[in-house]
């Protein structure tokens, strides 16, 4: 008897666990996947701006994770996978713009020589002077970022060079995320005796390769999403569920509309607050522990300004803690990725853990920032041939200390036949999401092979 499985949630992580449930079970698998959008691929969005394709959400991924490279060789997309032209990004802080430290670890140093013009002569001498004070760690401990660096190096690091990196990555701060979730190899060579906290970053910080960091995809995520849709071969229920029941051996799975679909195995990639929501009735614990886990929202602004708007030789600017600017960070989208064509394409980020901004604020004032700030910034103002702005509401988990303690309990409270996928549990990045997308159909699709005999 076929057996049925369904995916609710069409973002990467949902396409990724549709994917591999199909390449492992084969075509005569059952795969429902439910998602009310009018497209797929949740944060992974793409868009014309300007005449050229352009990511409104995500922009790309570490290319030294193998989890994104490996699946676009796979699906036979490895020549669409492109890097950076290898220009820098600058930092805003103490209102002006510095070049990004080399050497770093999220921007953690592992000499003070690279934080010197960035910082003060007194953290600088504080930098120097760490490996001489003795390091109360203790071995399992996850403070927060910028418990550890400010304690160790000074709160002009964790302002000037963590924050501007971490809010980038996860819309919060230094203050609001665990060293475990953000920084892992540095507290695993804590763990394991490193007498310093510059020690423990020079073994930790990746040697220079000369390859590229990040990696996109020419033509933009759309090429990904629309070939994994499309190996999957599932069927796409237009509608969100509201709720999941047991049924026997299996589950019930309620949708808005109060249609009820039969499924043997499911896999939930779905935000945390919305997981929380559709298995209370079925896995409290799971529920429980997916509400500590706190979201954040951001709103993107992209413009296509003309071409030979005089912009900087960098891939962008990252806003230190305490400036006076609108956004949080800047991309020079076509500086970044080497992008012909007659416009240039920039990438404004606001929003960060706390704040209201990407809820409240209009379009029109958000334009309006992104003007002042392009002003402020590099002279230019010059008014954009085509915008978008886009925003992303309760969609940036934010990795608390003691965050892999929550995610190892919430799964912990799942039943067979029933698995989770998400930015919220493994890492926020594409290659994460993935990964958590190929292990939770991996985890159901063993969970409902038939007992050899």
């Known amino acids: 008897m076929t057996s049925r499985f369904c995916v609710v949630g069409g973002g990467i992580s949902g396409l990724a666990a549709a994917y591999r449930l199909r390449a492992t079970l084969g075509p005569d698998a059952s795969i429902t996947l439910f998602d009310p959008a009018d497209r797929l691929?949740?944060?992974l969005r793409t868009e014309t701006v300007g005449?050229?394709?352009?990511?409104?959400?995500?922009?790309?991924?570490?290319?030294?994770?193998?989890?994104?490279?490996?699946?676009?060789?796979?699906?036979?997309?490895?020549?669409?996978?492109?890097?950076?032209?290898?220009?820098?990004?600058?930092?805003?802080?103490?209102?002006?713009?510095?070049?990004m430290p080399t050497g770093t670890l999220q921007g953690i140093p592992a000499q003070a020589a690279s934080m010197a013009g960035?910082?003060?002569?007194?953290?600088?001498?504080?930098?120097?002077?760490?490996?001489?004070?003795?390091?109360p760690w203790r071995p399992g401990a996850d403070p927060s970022v910028a418990e550890l660096v400010a304690d160790r190096f000074g709160s002009q690091v964790v302002a000037r060079s963590v924050d501007p990196l971490l809010s980038g990555?996860?819309?919060?701060?230094?203050?609001?995320?665990?060293?475990?979730?953000?920084?892992?190899p540095l507290a695993a060579a804590l763990d394991r005796g490193a007498p310093s906290l510059t020690e423990a970053v020079r073994r930790t910080v990746p040697a220079p390769t000369g390859a590229s960091v990040f990696g996109a995809l020419d033509g933009g995520y759309r090429v990904l999403v629309d070939e994994l849709a499309r190996r999957a071969a599932?069927?796409?229920?237009?509608?969100?569920?509201?709720?999941?029941?047991?049924?026997?051996?299996?589950?019930?799975?309620?949708?808005?509309?109060g249609g009820q679909w039969a499924a043997d195995a499911v896999v939930l990639a779905v935000p945390a607050p919305r997981l929380a929501r559709l298995v209370e009735g079925v896995a409290p614990r799971t529920a429980a522990a997916a509400r500590r886990i706190p979201v954040a929202?951001?709103?993107?602004?992209?413009?296509?300004?003309?071409?030979?708007?005089?912009?900087?030789?960098?891939?962008?600017?990252?806003?230190?803690?305490?400036?006076?600017?609108?956004?949080?960070?800047?991309?020079?989208?076509?500086?970044?990725?080497?992008?012909?064509?007659?416009?240039?394409?920039?990438?404004?980020?606001?929003?960060?853990?706390?704040?209201?901004?990407?809820?409240?604020v209009g379009d029109e004032d958000l334009l309006a920032w992104a003007a002042e700030d392009l002003d402020a910034l590099f002279g230019v103002r010059t008014d954009p041939v085509d915008c978008r702005v886009q925003r992303w509401i309760d969609a940036l988990p934010q990795y608390g200390p003691g965050h892999a303690a929550l995610v190892a309990e919430l799964r912990a409270g799942l039943p067979p036949t029933l698995a989770v996928a998400g930015g919220y549990l493994d890492g926020i990045g594409?290659?994460?999401?993935?990964?958590?997308?190929?292990?939770?159909?991996?985890?159901?699709?063993?969970?409902?092979?038939?007992?050899?005999?």
């Open 169 to 184: 990555v996860y819309a919060g701060s230094a203050a609001t995320i665990g060293v475990r979730s953000a920084v892992p």
């Open 234 to 257: 599932f069927r796409w229920a237009h509608v969100g569920v509201q709720r999941i029941d047991r049924a026997g051996d299996g589950w019930n799975l309620v949708d808005d509309d």
């Open 41 to 43: 691929g949740g944060v």
């Open 297 to 360: 929202s951001s709103a993107l602004v992209v413009l296509a300004l003309p071409g030979g708007t005089p912009l900087p030789q960098q891939s962008g600017v990252l806003m230190a803690t305490g400036e006076r600017r609108n956004a949080k960070a800047i991309t020079l989208t076509s500086r970044k990725w080497g992008r012909g064509g007659n416009v240039e394409l920039v990438r404004l980020s606001f929003g960060r853990y706390g704040d209201t901004l990407a809820r409240n």
């Open 118 to 135: 960035l910082v003060d002569d007194a953290t600088v001498a504080w930098i120097a002077d760490e490996p001489r004070r003795r390091l």
């Open 51 to 99: 005449g050229q394709w352009v990511d409104v959400g995500a922009e790309a991924f570490v290319a030294r994770r193998p989890e994104v490279p490996a699946l676009l060789a796979e699906l036979g997309l490895g020549a669409r996978q492109v890097g950076t032209t290898g220009v820098r990004p600058l930092i805003f802080a103490g209102g002006r713009l510095h070049p």
């Open 430 to 453: 594409v290659p994460a999401c993935v990964g958590s997308g190929t292990r939770a159909a991996l985890a159901v699709a063993g969970d409902t092979a038939p007992p050899r005999r």
